[in-house]
């Protein structure tokens, strides 16, 4: 019995002894790192996926923010083109009315980025170079094409009308061509506008029929305006062009 405590006594001082040794020339940690380094190793990688996920989801945010600021830029530049555009254009035709010698005549105007389009009859050459003159005159006008044709038909329908008339007239025109230009359904068309007595006549072409009634349905909702003489042809139609007669307020297909 004393043997076997001997015995027992003298191996757990071999094991101490051995465990010592070991702690002091690193064995022990040199056992334990093998399974700790693999979970270090895979919390890096981890932290570094997650690191470079996030440096990217800012990337896509800035280019978000950019790519909505410039299209935020471009539509604020548009409007105002077209709002500098129908200014330009009133101006222009309060100018013409003004001029006592082209006062009778009903010359359309129409400008975009600063260009003024002329158009209508006048009597003689000396008219329509006084046509052109006028308009280059007026602010912001940086050239003038003069389609003003001579002879060849009477004076247009403004002769009866009284000064207030014509200023009544051309704000409404410019009213119409304005809610004309704000319709996103009608870019790129060219949609003209003549108002007399407060009936207004639209020309020009569409694409579609549903940029015509769009077109008729904006002038009649228009204020101040009591018809629309529909005479906008519809591109590739059969038959489009024909003058009708719309009192304003209606609806289409109503009794």
Do not use: C
Not at 100 to 105: A, C, E, H, K, T
Not at 200 to 210: M, S
Request: glycine share 10%; proline share 2%; charged share 25%.
């Amino acid at each position: 019995m004393r043997r076997s405590l001997a015995g027992l006594v003298l191996l757990l001082l071999v094991v101490v002894v051995v465990y010592v040794w070991l702690d002091r020339s690193g064995g022990l940690r040199a056992w334990h790192r093998p399974l700790a380094a693999p979970a270090s190793e895979q919390l890096r990688e981890d932290a570094r996926e997650i690191g470079d996920q996030t440096k990217q989801g800012a990337r896509d945010l800035r280019a978000e923010a950019r790519s909505f600021g410039a299209e935020a830029r471009e539509r604020l530049s548009e409007a105002g083109r077209e709002l500098k555009d129908a200014k330009v254009t009133a101006s222009v035709k309060t100018a013409l009315s003004l001029n006592r010698s082209l006062r009778p005549y009903s010359i359309d105007v129409r400008s975009e980025n600063g260009v003024v389009t002329l158009a209508g009859r006048v009597s003689n050459g000396e008219e329509r170079a006084r046509a052109e003159e006028v308009a280059a005159a007026v602010p912001d006008v940086t050239r003038v094409v003069n389609q003003v044709q001579v002879g060849g038909g009477a004076v247009a329908g403004s002769s009866g009308r009284s000064l207030g008339e014509r200023f009544d007239d051309e704000k409404i025109e410019v009213g119409v061509e304005l809610a004309l230009s704000l319709s996103k359904n009608l870019g790129g068309t060219d949609v003209t506008v003549q108002a007399y007595r407060h009936e207004v006549t639209l020309g020009g072409e569409v694409a579609t029929e549903a940029q015509h009634q769009e077109a008729l349905r904006i002038a009649r909702d228009t204020a101040s305006v009591t018809k629309v003489i529909d005479n906008v042809r519809v591109r590739g139609a059969v038959g489009s062009g024909s003058a009708t007669e719309r009192p304003a307020g209606t609806v289409e297909g109503g009794v």
